[in-house]
Every structure is written in structure tokens, then in C-alpha cells.
């Protein structure tokens, strides 16, 4: 899917896993791990809440580490998004600041920088931001005159404790029935509808025609859905099932809430079977 990641780069070479940023060439030695890598958290509106962030250089020169604060939401076209603060709507960054503002890390050396987030009285629902820890070689590497630089995002999601909605709607739930290749597939389609985040999954079963239940089927731990935000939840099973009608049967779980999904599906005979005969649903 096509998206302006919120981990952005800044320099040619630079390859990113979750919460570390690394050039790959040894010889060059620009290794910088943070953690967390995301926050998420409901803070009482008119406190005062606060995330210590690890910044750890790994490398073998010292670096230069300053963090900034911008908008953090996602669009139909690009995904998640980042932005200058009131960029984009239900915006955390005008209330978040961190301390210190910047650092000169030697090699091997760590810094706790603090995220504070001080919410307004009048606050509902999920307000959103991306802490963007900018890390920058204070001496060219690699017998080069380059001095690489890269930035990592830490996703901030807060909800203003006791207020806010949190729904979700099931827009469509495709199932593919699995061959001797491969597995049972399904996919839903979900979209959020309130205006709070929420992280759904999916937990339910495989049931005959005749109501009897043969497999479990839960999804893994999905992503975030943003308030308005359409998504998918894909899960699979290797569960046997012989050629006959069945039914997907469960709900979408999120935020102690749930919505029912029931979908039929049919297994189709093989297209080969040789000389055995083809079972039928208990």
C-alpha cells in the first residue's frame, strides 16, 4: 500500500526496523536505537502526562539527537501521514513538548528525553501526534564528507480518559476456501466510527451446515484504526475441511466492544481427486 511513512528518511542508504535506524555499509557505523517506538495512553483532561523515550547511540561517532513535534493522522491515498503542527485535524502536537530540546550523544551513550503531553479541560475522544527524533553524525563517516542523518517518528495516540466513542462497521468479509496448496483465507473489511482509536481483532469459529464447530479461527494482533480510518483484518487457518457449505462465525473485538460476523462459504470439490472418493461434512 502506498503511504508517506511516518518513520521518514533522510538520507540515501538508511534502512529502519522498529525504533532503530541503521546504515547498513559497517564501515560507516550511524546506528541509533530508540524505545519506545510508539505511546499509547489515556490522559485526564487538564494533567499532565509523560513518556521517557531512550535514545541510545550505537555506533562509533558521536551524534547529534533533536527531537520535534508535529501532527500525526492518515488519509485514504497515503496512509499514515505527518505533519507540521495543525496540519491535520484532532491534533495533539500544540500541547506536547519534549525536554531536552536536543543532545550530543557519544558513542555508546544513552538520554532519556521526556515527552510531556498537558491536555486541555475541554478534550473528547483521541488526539494524535508523532514525536520525530532527529539524529545527525557530527563527523563525516566512512572516509567520505558525508555526515548521514535520518529521523525516526514515535507515534503518539492519547484519549481523554472518560470521554470519546469508540465504534466499528464490518463493510465486507471475503473468505477463500483453501486448496491443497494452501490455507483457508478471510478478510474484513472494517472501518472505524467513532472518534476515539481503536484496535480490532477478529475471534470465531468454523462451523458445518449443520452447526457443528471444527476449527477456531483468531486473527493476530492488528493495527490501530484512527477515528473515520478504514482498514482490514486478515486472518487464516489450516483447519481440514472437506468439500461442503460452511460458516465463518464470530466477532470483530475492540475496546471491550464487539460486532458479530457471520459469513457462508463453500469448499468446492477438488479438481483432481484420483480414484478416492470425496468426503462430505460430518
Request: avoid cysteine; hydrophobic fraction near 40%.
Amino acid at each position: 500500500m502506498s503511504r508517506l511513512h511516518p518513520f521518514a528518511l533522510v538520507a540515501a542508504g538508511l534502512a529502519l526496523a522498529a525504533g532503530l535506524l541503521v546504515l547498513p555499509a559497517v564501515s560507516w557505523a550511524f546506528d541509533v536505537k530508540i524505545t519506545p517506538a510508539e505511546a499509547s495512553a489515556e490522559v485526564v483532561p487538564g494533567t499532565t502526562w509523560s513518556l521517557p523515550v531512550m535514545v541510545t547511540n550505537m555506533g562509533r561517532s558521536p551524534i547529534h539527537i533533536a527531537p520535534e513535534v508535529g501532527d500525526l493522522w492518515y488519509t485514504p491515498d497515503k496512509g499514515m501521514v505527518s505533519g507540521p503542527p495543525g496540519t491535520y485535524p484532532r491534533t495533539a502536537a500544540p500541547w506536547i513538548d519534549v525536554s531536552p530540546p536536543d543532545k550530543l550523544l557519544a558513542p555508546t551513550e544513552s538520554a532519556v528525553f521526556v515527552v510531556r503531553a498537558s491536555p486541555p479541560a475541554d478534550i473528547e475522544g483521541g488526539y494524535y501526534a508523532m514525536v520525530v527524533v532527529q539524529a545527525k553524525s557530527t563527523q563525516p563517516v566512512g572516509g567520505s564528507r558525508i555526515r548521514p542523518q535520518g529521523r525516526i517518528g514515535i507515534q503518539i495516540r492519547l484519549a481523554g480518559a472518560g470521554t470519546g466513542t469508540r465504534g466499528l462497521e464490518v463493510l465486507d468479509t471475503r473468505v477463500t476456501p483453501p486448496t491443497e496448496a494452501t490455507p483457508l483465507t478471510a478478510t474484513l473489511e472494517v472501518r472505524s466510527t467513532g472518534d476515539t482509536h481503536i484496535r480490532p481483532t477478529f475471534r470465531g469459529v468454523i462451523r458445518t451446515e449443520a452447526g457443528r464447530s471444527i476449527g477456531r479461527v483468531e486473527s493476530g494482533r492488528g493495527g490501530w484504526l484512527f477515528p473515520g480510518q478504514a482498514g482490514s483484518i486478515s486472518l487464516e487457518t489450516t483447519t481440514t475441511l472437506t468439500p461442503g457449505r460452511y460458516v465463518l462465525v464470530g466477532a470483530v473485538v475492540f475496546a471491550e466492544q464487539s460486532v458479530a460476523v457471520s459469513q457462508v462459504f463453500d469448499v468446492p470439490e477438488p479438481v483432481d481427486h484420483g480414484d478416492a472418493a470425496p468426503a462430505t461434512p460430518p
